[in-house]
Nanobody, 120 residues
Framework: QVQLVESGGGLVQPGGSLRLSCVAS????????MGWYRQAPGKQRELVTT???????NYADSVKGRFTISRDNAKNTVYLQMNSLKPEDTAVYYC??????????????WGQGTQVTVSS
């Protein structure tokens, strides 16, 4: 059993900041990559940022220079620091983990999502 739980979403004014957290728990052998995705009303879920086990990162063009992904391997936790937030960042943000279970295969796991709303 593997579980991912997000936290940190909420309402913030344009130009403000939020930090999202995602904790993975359960029968984990290794976490090969983690990332953040988001889905706005009426749109497809899109990749925001990912980080590999080696620390390599990538970002969607829309968030480069504003968002930063980081991780704490000892805590099986990934973070998303969001600065200079814009109304168009409003979406449900989902945590994703590419995880190998103990004595099991590698699969993708998803959290339940956390709402981020950027509005005056």
């Amino acid at each position: 059993q593997v579980q991912l739980v997000e936290s940190g979403g909420g309402l913030v004014q344009p130009g403000g900041s939020l930090r999202l957290s995602c904790v993975a728990s359960g029968s984990i052998f290794s976490i090969n990559a983690m990332g953040w995705y988001r889905q706005a009303p009426g749109k497809q879920r899109e990749l925001v940022t990912t980080i590999t086990s080696g620390g390599s990162t990538n970002y969607a063009d829309s968030v480069k220079g504003r968002f930063t992904i980081s991780r704490d391997n000892a805590k099986n936790t990934v973070y998303l620091q969001m600065n200079s937030l814009k109304p168009e960042d409003t979406a449900v943000y989902y945590c994703n983990g590419r995880i190998r279970r103990r004595l099991g295969p590698e699969n993708d796991y998803w959290g339940q999502g956390t709402q981020v709303t950027v509005s005056s």
